[in-house]
């Protein structure tokens, strides 16, 4: 099944602005949106935005998604040493009916 | 708390079958749909399969369609993956999650390891 496309990596600097992409399609991103969620190594991953781009509960600020047709956008202000992390989006296919996910980009925090 | 406890994974051998175990506390498991996820060592995260509510309608990924089965019993509020006919490809980390719209409640995972 086809997934979502995201970069494999992106590098900034500490208090810098990170912007990560998901690009997926009509049947997915374009449709419902893309939920975003962050893994650090050896953990589970953690809900950071709703497909309709709302924070759940305890989510800083910082972390805001955004979506312009099939391509959906988290924004990272403020860049901290404990962003560095594994970002993944996920979208439901209505085309595939199934859960699709990015391949996941690695925020690296210089 | 809300939480999500998998169990089940081991080491097995190509072909045969593992059952594992998703326990579900702190919240009304019978309000939400649960996922099973997993993540082969040192890649992404792929989606295997989600039951519903009332356990009808299941959904699978191509990749796992006719070898694994998705099962709930609301009355221990657990979800169960039956996995059949393994191979080495299924290797990796496997995590439930809680869809509440969107995955937002995650188990540990537990390692499944398929090897002769």
């Known amino acids: 099944q086809a997934g979502l496309t995201q970069p494999p990596s992106v590098s900034k600097g500490l208090r810098q602005t990170a912007t990560l992409t998901c690009t997926g399609n009509s049947n997915n991103v374009d449709n419902q949106g893309a939920a975003w969620l962050q893994q650090h190594q050896g953990h589970p991953p953690k809900l950071l935005s709703y497909?309709?781009?709302n924070r759940p509960s305890g989510i800083s600020e910082r972390f805001s998604a955004s979506r312009s047709g099939n391509t959906a956008s988290l924004t990272i202000s403020g860049l901290q040493p404990e962003d560095e992390a594994d970002y993944y989006c996920?979208?439901?296919?209505?085309?595939?009916?199934?859960?699709?996910f990015g391949g996941g980009t690695k925020l690296t925090v210089l | 708390q809300v939480q999500l406890v998998e169990s089940g994974g081991g080491v097995v051998q190509p072909g045969r079958s593992l059952r594992l175990s998703c326990a579900a506390s702190g919240f009304t498991f019978t309000n939400y749909f649960i996922h099973w996820v997993r993540q082969a060592p040192g890649k992404g995260l792929e989606w295997l399969a989600f039951?519903?509510?009332?356990?009808?309608?299941?959904y699978y990924a191509d990749s796992v369609q006719g070898r694994f089965i998705i099962s709930r019993d609301n009355s221990k509020d657990t979800v169960y993956l039956q996995m059949n006919n393994l191979t080495t490809e299924d290797t990796a980390v496997y995590l439930c999650?809680?869809?509440?719209?969107?995955?937002?409640?995650w188990g540990e995972g537990t390692m499944v390891t398929v090897s002769s």
């Open positions: 039951i519903p509510h009332n356990g009808n309608n299941k």
């Open positions: 996920s979208a439901w296919d209505s085309s595939l009916s199934a859960w699709v």
């Open positions: 497909r309709n781009n």
């Open positions: 999650a809680r869809e509440d719209n969107d995955f937002d409640i």
